[in-house]
């Protein structure tokens, strides 16, 4: 009877071993398309001069993505102008843009659900 017990214990903490090492996976995954997404946006940014319709669009996809999407440009003076939304008009000045990108971090299994940040500068 103690071996079916023992084997019972042994079939449980193996699937529950498998069930965290699935969810960190799946965690690892959302994390390395962040990056990815975040290094797409500092590219366009940089490849069309700080465009407002580049901007924009960026902002837009990034809501359709399921994330949020902050960049705030830095002009020649050091002024800065953030965009949380779609709504950039002027970006003749700028010389860099900071992006912050915030996306959900999740383990099915622990139900945990964060917010984590990537930070990313368009030069």
Known sequence: MSQVFKT????????LLLLTGVGIISAQLD???ALDYKADIVTEL???NYSPQVINACIE???ENGYKLEIRTFTEGGASTIYASANASDTR???MAEIILTYPYRMVFL???LEHQVRGYAR
């Open 31 to 33: 994390v390395t398309a």
């Open 8 to 15: 019972f214990m042994g079939v449980f903490f193996l699937v």
């Open 111 to 113: 139900e945990t659900f």
């Open 93 to 95: 000045d700028v010389v």
């Open 46 to 48: 940089e490849n069309s």
């Open 61 to 63: 996809q990034a809501v």
